[in-house]
Nanobody
Framework: QVQLVESGGGLVQTGGSLSLSCAAS????????MGWFRQAPGKEREFVAA????????YYADSVKGRFTISRDNAKNTVYLQMNSLKHEDTAVYYC????????????????WGQGTQVTVSS
């Protein structure tokens, strides 16, 4: 059984930075593609970023490209999301997700989800 636990959320001012972590456990997790999604109040959950099993390929939503960086450390079974130049519209609950495929293909392909961590950007 795969378990995902996010941490690192909090309150930050506009223009600030925050780093999220996702501790993953479960058999074969290092072979899974991983992703970050977010859901703002009253909105649908949306894709933020994804990374292939080896870390060799990364994917970003246009809204965060150039500001966010996804990375992973398979030795620690941890995925990170470094968020810089944060905007008020980045406020959301951020979710970590795992895809049994090695590479990201679509938002609907993720099989496992964490509970989420709140990120609030004050304007």
């Amino acid at each position: 059984q795969v378990q995902l636990v996010e941490s690192g959320g909090g309150l930050v001012q506009t223009g600030g930075s925050l780093s999220l972590s996702c501790a993953a456990s479960g058999r074969g997790i290092s072979m899974y593609a991983m992703g970050w999604f977010r859901q703002a109040p009253g909105k649908e959950r949306e894709f933020v970023a994804a990374i292939s099993w080896s870390g060799g390929r990364t994917y970003y939503a246009d809204s965060v490209k150039g500001r966010f960086t996804i990375s992973r450390d398979n030795a620690k079974n941890t995925v990170y999301l470094q968020m810089n130049s944060l905007k008020h519209e980045d406020t959301a609950v951020y979710y970590c997700a795992a895809d049994r495929s090695r590479y990201y293909s679509s938002d609907s392909s993720f099989d496992y989800w964490g509970q989420g961590t709140q990120v609030t950007v004050s304007s």
